[in-house]
């Protein structure tokens, strides 16, 4: 386990700087393990377009949790809810776009294209839950699964 990638998720928890309003993309897209939840499904707690039906009693790594936007490193208007499609970061150099399989919104367009074409120009990669992947200069499919499956594991010891 790299004790510093720890060091960053928890220094991150506390930076959300943006507020949620009635945003549930990641209690979609995100696994839940006191629930069983596995990515990609709705939390059976979150209510459309109003948050969760828990939310005082929501489990720690919910209420740990804030996406790119919410911390405040994603443009404003990258609003999960309202783009369509949630930030997060894997790690320093490689940007994952979520998309919720079950929304009808019409994610992939100029403005999420620029945004990842910007980050891609920042040696930044980027990949999706839906397949695509953009590699910035010096990556390779291999480097950019292996750290996104390295981190899927270090969080699983988080959790
Ligand atoms: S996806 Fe981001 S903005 Fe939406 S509820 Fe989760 S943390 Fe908040
Ligand atoms: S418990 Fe609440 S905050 Fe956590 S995933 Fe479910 S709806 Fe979202």
């Not at 928890?13 to 995100?30: L, P």
């Not at 200069?137 to 969080?155: C, F, L, M, P, S």
Request: proline share 4%.
């Amino acid at each position: 386990m790299a004790l510093d990638t720890i060091l960053v998720k928890e220094i991150t928890i506390n930076s959300d700087t943006r507020d949620c309003g009635g945003c549930t993309v990641c209690c979609t897209v995100s696994r839940v393990p006191e629930f069983n939840k596995l990515e990609n499904q709705d939390c059976v707690h979150q209510i459309e377009g109003k948050g969760c039906g828990i939310h005082t009693k929501r489990p720690m790594v919910c209420k740990k949790y804030f996406c790119e936007w919410a911390k405040g490193n994603a443009p404003e208007d990258f609003k999960p809810d309202k783009v369509g499609v949630m930030l997060e970061r894997v790690t320093d150099d490689i940007m994952s776009f979520l998309i919720p399989p079950n929304r009808k919104t019409n994610w992939y367009n100029q403005k999420t294209e620029d945004y990842a074409q910007l980050l891609k120009s920042q040696g930044i990669s980027v990949v999706t839950n839906t397949g695509k992947v953009l590699l910035a200069e010096g990556h390779d499919t291999e480097y950019v699964w292996e750290q996104i499956e390295k981190q899927a594991r270090i969080n699983r010891i988080i959790d």
